[in-house]
Nanobody, 114 residues
């Protein structure tokens, strides 16, 4: 399984970005797909994840601002990020769990700054 993340960039506080994660496999068979983020000196943390059945888990700090979704026909997962804050600045990684193996994308930088 190969995951390709894209969509990061520089945005002002209050702005929006949409991240995409294109997978080489059939994501409908993945147990979970999710987005994690990491800043220098800190551990990678879960932002949001979505199960094959559509159950969503998200960290409290992004609830109401970020929306995770998946398009099984396109084998792509998305993270719609609105009302971005400077503290959302991080490298965002897409992740998949498939047959109890974990797969990671290469990461995409999101910088929220004026």
């Amino acid at each position: 399984v190969h995951l390709q993340a894209s969509g990061g960039g520089l945005v002002q506080p209050g702005g929006s970005l949409r991240l995409s994660c294109a997978a080489s496999g059939a994501i409908a068979e993945f147990d979970y797909m999710g987005w994690y983020r990491q800043t220098p000196g800190k551990q990678r943390e879960l932002v949001a994840r979505i199960s094959s059945g559509g159950t969503i888990t998200a960290v409290d700090s992004v609830k109401g601002r970020f929306t995770i979704s998946r398009d099984n026909a396109m084998n792509t997962m998305y993270l719609e990020m609105n009302s971005l804050r400077p503290e959302d600045t991080a490298v965002y990684y897409c992740h998949a769990l498939y047959y109890r193996r974990q797969y990671w994308g290469q990461g995409t930088q999101v910088t929220v700054s004026s």
